[in-house]
Every structure is written in structure tokens, then in C-alpha cells.
């Protein structure tokens, strides 16, 4: 019984723990606003620049 | 005070000075301070105290998250749209579009905008995914594609909820109809492919934008045949001819009265539905079932139910439903979801449960700041959706309603098929951009009586100068806001092209009033004037 509840508390420390990693990580993106810079400034340009390569047959 | 709200409460005295909006009190700053310029890019993201600031980012999360089943549920389709189709692209605006929407809101507001935005964004996030898994440019299997039926998103989907076999699907919507509420850049391009073409340039917008799309190719293949309207007014039937052309299915055009409120316009509008059943009936081989389609109108009743109950509340100082995301929401769960999905009624019973409490407590949104509470009339200029929100922080003007929140808002009968036929008929007919903009004056001119029944003291008149129509009532509806004695306000726009008049230009419409007309001092100066022009 003691084994299982020592069990579970390493468990549950554990999770804490990966909870509040998380926790850190992603509020720490969200504040700094980190996702969106990334995108405009890095992903967007680049994504641009391959759809203003793109050959299109427009004829009707 | 909760014990929560007593541990906060010193970690928010210590931090106030970063919130925006106490900065603009106290003339040190204000929302607009935390954003390179330009760009619309912020440098950090907004405080509004802990609990505020725990909500978004909670929300933050929970679209994200959304996001991401998006990508594991249909990896390669997914990443195959975003290498094919440029407007895609523009999805990744999202969260910055998010946070323009609900800049300055903070408690019970807060937590039903966000309630509200997560449901379109779930719903949003599936959709992409389905359609890019059957979308046969990328590769999408026949026979899965052959089970959706592509409409125009200006037709509402819920009569076709009696195919069971089928999944009605708005074609429009991903690359257009959507996505220029989040990228202001995106419908230019297609305007220009469109004009490229031939097409002259002083169309309405949103039909040069769709077709543009078109002849980019850039709406995803899917269907057996399509279901095409001269919804919300004439211009649309040239798209839709445009768009016929380029597609290639067979289509049929689900032509509704335009002078829809004429007792003698039903029998025509509710034939042309029953043509398009038989249509659907013959190009896809299956058959019609009222049962399944009274399971998803009991859906749309039981939402339009709690939208009147909403209404009542929107009347009075205590709602703490307001603004875009009131606007964003009615406009997407009804012209787009329109019943078919139950997440979108219980989000609605949980925003109604917030808002009787909120009622009861005498909460009054934005702090109490509204200084003006305005309807707001006409399809908006789509590349300026947060218009609302800072209408509200720059001078506290508070949109209670938006004339596309009034569209069908009549009960459909679930037992008897020929009196749900008229029901539906009638609520088909008031559409997106028709309940007060198509149909004869009358309409038109209701817009006074709307904002009498809201309490309103001020309209704000969306004049998109693209609109053939809507320009010769210029003059009329001048003449009438001063006869009645509103405040009105003309708000050039030019629907999807924001190229033409920018944001800027329509905020200075407001700014003049405010300043010359009434007077008045902004609430948040740096809201005034900014440049915004590169922003998504």
C-alpha cells in the first residue's frame, strides 16, 4: 500500500512538474507575443515568396 | 471578494502600470504604445491583471491546441494547402487576429468573447482539415469529395441538412469570405488576378475577390455539383457566372426574390429551394429526408431562441455580450454553421447563463466607458474586423448590434414539411448583406427602427463605395438621421479591398465626427491615429 502510494506521489510530482515546465515555456511565448513574430517576420515572408513564384494557368 | 481576487489583488496594484488601458488613464500610454509600427506586430502581449490575463492566454491555448489536432488529423492535406493555396497562408494571422479583436476587453466580456471565438475556431480548424483531405487538387479521393455538395456561401446550408449522405460545404468561405476578416492583404491579390483579366475595377469587391480566386485556381476541387445564387444581390450573379465557367460542374443557380418581403415573392423564392432539392436529388442520386432535417433546425431554433433572449439584454446598459464579438460570432454560427453543429448551441447556453448573471449584477461592459451606443449598419469593411473594438476604446462607442446580426431570425416548423418550407424559405430569403440592404427601401430604412428598439443614439453607416445599390441612398439616409435626430456617421469602406480607403481612413471618418460634430475627447489618445497599414 505504501509502495503504491510512494508510487503515485512520484507520479504526481512528476506531472507537476511537466505541467509547470509547460506552463512556463508556452505562457512565456504568449506574453512575449513570440508565435506571432515568428510568423510575420520569418514564416510569412518566406511562404510569399514561394506563392509570388507559383506559375497559374489563368485562361478561361 | 474571493480569496483569489484577495491574493491578486496586490500582485495587480504592483503591475496596473503596464495595462494599457490604466497607461491611457493616466496619459502615460495607452493600447496602441506596444506595437512596432506599421506592422500591427505587438511587442508583448496585453496585460489586463492576472485573471484577465489568465483567461486569454487560457484561450491562447486552447487554440492552439485546436490548431494543432488541425495538423495531426490531416497532416499532409494540410501541408499541402498551405504549399498550394495563398490564402493559407494568411490563416497563420490567426492569433494576432484574435488579439486585435479583443484589445481593451477585460471580465465577463472577456470570457464570452473568447467562449464565442473558440467555437469558430474549432469549427474553422475541422473544416480546413476536411476539405483539404478531400480537396482533389491535393489529391483528395473522388469518391470522398463526391459526398460533399460545394454552395455559395451566401445560400444557407441548413436545407441540406436532409441529404444524410451529404455535407454541404460554402465554398467561398476559406479563401474568401473568412480569411480577409484576418489578413487585410490577402483579397487584394485576387482582386488583382480578377482585373488582370478584364474585369473593371470599380465592381463590388467581394465578387472581384471570388473572382479572382477562381481563375487562380485557389478553391479546393470538391463536389459532384454545385449550388451557385444570385444571393445577396445582382453582383453575386456575375460572380457565380464567373465561377461556373471556371469550375466546370454542373451547377444550379438558387435564384431567391430580391424583393423578398412581398407576400408574392414567396411561392417563387420556396419553388426555386424546391428546384434545388430535386437538383441535388438527381446530380448526387440520393434522396431528400425531412426527419434529418428537423433534428438540425431544432439546433438553429433553439440558438435563434437564446439570440432573441440576447436581444433583450443588448437593449439595456448590463450586456456583457457587445461589440465584434457579438458581430463575428452571429455572423459566422448563423450564415455559416446554420445548425449543423451542436458546439455552437452549447457555447450559446453557457454566453446565456453569463449574461442573465451579468444582468442581474448590474455589470456594465469596458468598465461603464460607453459613451455612445451605436447599430451598425451594412456589410463592414472585412479587412478592418476589429472596427468595433476600437470603436469602443478609441472613443467609447459601443456597437450593440450589427445589421447582419438580424438575419433569419424566424422559427421553422420540425413537424409538418410544408410549413418548414415556408419558414425556411423566409429565413434563406434574409441572408447575409439582405435583411436592410436588399429588398426596396423599406428595408433600408429600418435601420432607424432597430436602433430606436436598441436604444441607440447614434448609426454608423458602413458605405462601401464599391456598392452600386447602396450609393443612391446616400443623401436619403442623411436626411433622415437628422430628421430623427441620430448621430450618424458615413464610414467609407471599400468591403475587401483596403488598398482603396485603409484603415486609416475609416477610423478619420469617425475621428472628424467625434472631434468637429460633438466635441468630445478621445478615451485613449494613442488610438486616434496610427499607422496600421502593414499590418495582417
Redesign the interface.
Known amino acids: 500500500m505504501k509502495k503504491v502510494l510512494l508510487v503515485c506521489l512520484k507520479l504526481l510530482k512528476k506531472l507537476t512538474l511537466i505541467a509547470l515546465i509547460t506552463f512556463v515555456l508556452t505562457f512565456t511565448l504568449y506574453i512575449t507575443n513570440g508565435e506571432n513574430k515568428l510568423i510575420y517576420y520569418v514564416v510569412r515572408p518566406l511562404l510569399n515568396k514561394h506563392y509570388d513564384s507559383q506559375v497559374r494557368d489563368r485562361k478561361i | 471578494m474571493s480569496m483569489i481576487d484577495k491574493l491578486i489583488a496586490p500582485i495587480d496594484k504592483t503591475l496596473e502600470r503596464f495595462d494599457p488601458k490604466w497607461q491611457a488613464e493616466h496619459g502615460v500610454g495607452g493600447l496602441r504604445s506596444r506595437y512596432y509600427d506599421k506592422?500591427g506586430?505587438?511587442?508583448?502581449?496585453e496585460w489586463r491583471g492576472v485573471k484577465d490575463?489568465m483567461v486569454d492566454?487560457g484561450a491562447?491555448?486552447k487554440n492552439?491546441v485546436s490548431m494543432a489536432l488541425m495538423v495531426g488529423s490531416a497532416p499532409i492535406p494540410v501541408m499541402k494547402g498551405?504549399?498550394e493555396y495563398?490564402w493559407m497562408?494568411s490563416f497563420?494571422?490567426t492569433?494576432?487576429f484574435i488579439?486585435r479583436l479583443f484589445e481593451g476587453y477585460r471580465g465577463k466580456e472577456l470570457v464570452i468573447a473568447h467562449a464565442n471565438m473558440h467555437a469558430i475556431v474549432q469549427s474553422l480548424t475541422k473544416r480546413i482539415a476536411f476539405v483539404l483531405k478531400n480537396d482533389r487538387r491535393l489529391g483528395g479521393s473522388v469518391e470522398g469529395s463526391e459526398k460533399i455538395i460545394p454552395h455559395d456561401e451566401t445560400i444557407t446550408p441548413l436545407f441540406l441538412k436532409g441529404f444524410k449522405e451529404l455535407t454541404p460545404f460554402p465554398l467561398q468561405t476559406l479563401p474568401e469570405f473568412i480569411i480577409c476578416d484576418v489578413d487585410q492583404h490577402i483579397e487584394p491579390y485576387y482582386i488583382d488576378?480578377a482585373e488582370?483579366?478584364g474585369l473593371p475595377a470599380d465592381v463590388c469587391s467581394r465578387c472581384a475577390a471570388e473572382t479572382g480566386v477562381a481563375?487562380?485556381?485557389a478553391f479546393p476541387l470538391i463536389g459532384k455539383a454545385m449550388l451557385s445564387t444570385n444571393m445577396p444581390c445582382n453582383a453575386s450573379e456575375a460572380t457565380s457566372m464567373?465561377q461556373r465557367?471556371?469550375i466546370g460542374m454542373p451547377d444550379f443557380p438558387v435564384t431567391l426574390a430580391m424583393q423578398h418581403n412581398e407576400k408574392e415573392a414567396l411561392p417563387y423564392s420556396r419553388q426555386t429551394l424546391k428546384d434545388a432539392i430535386a437538383f441535388v436529388e438527381q446530380e448526387y442520386g440520393v434522396k431528400y429526408d425531412w426527419n434529418e432535417f428537423f433534428k438540425y433546425a431544432k439546433l438553429i431554433n433553439e440558438q435563434n431562441t437564446i439570440e432573441l433572449e440576447k436581444w433583450d439584454f443588448f437593449k439595456t446598459p448590463y450586456s456583457a455580450l457587445t461589440g465584434i464579438a457579438e458581430t463575428l460570432y452571429r455572423l459566422y454560427s448563423w450564415q455559416s454553421v446554420n445548425g449543423q453543429d451542436p458546439y455552437f448551441n452549447k457555447v450559446d447556453r453557457k454566453v446565456i447563463k453569463i449574461m442573465r448573471k451579468a444582468y442581474e449584477q448590474k455589470y456594465q461592459a469596458f468598465g461603464g466607458k460607453t459613451r455612445h451606443r451605436a447599430f451598425l449598419w451594412g456589410p463592414s469593411a472585412v479587412y478592418y474586423t476589429d472596427f468595433p473594438t476600437w470603436t469602443q476604446n478609441c472613443w467609447g462607442i459601443n456597437i450593440v448590434l450589427n445589421m447582419d446580426s438580424t438575419m433569419g431570425f424566424n422559427m421553422i416548423d420540425t413537424e409538418d414539411p410544408e410549413k418548414a418550407m415556408d419558414d425556411l424559405t423566409r429565413f434563406t430569403e434574409k441572408a447575409c448583406m439582405r435583411h436592410h440592404a436588399v429588398g426596396g427601401w423599406d428595408n433600408v430604412n429600418a435601420v432607424w427602427d432597430w436602433a430606436r428598439e436598441f436604444n441607440c443614439d447614434m448609426v454608423l453607416m458602413n458605405d462601401n463605395i464599391a456598392c452600386k445599390g447602396m450609393l443612391g441612398v446616400h443623401a436619403l439616409m442623411e436626411e433622415q438621421a437628422r430628421d430623427l435626430g441620430f448621430h450618424f456617421i458615413f464610414v467609407e469602406h471599400d468591403l475587401e479591398d483596403s488598398r482603396t480607403v485603409s484603415r486609416q481612413d475609416m477610423r478619420n471618418c469617425v475621428n472628424k465626427y467625434m472631434d468637429v460634430v460633438l466635441g468630445e475627447k478621445p478615451l485613449d489618445p494613442t488610438l486616434v491615429e496610427f499607422d496600421d497599414s502593414d499590418a495582417?
Open positions: 506592422t506586430v505587438a511587442k508583448w502581449r490575463t492566454y491562447w491555448m492552439l498551405f504549399w495563398r497562408g497563420l494571422g492569433f494576432m488579439d488576378v488582370a483579366y481563375i487562380d485556381d464567373f465557367r471556371r495582417y
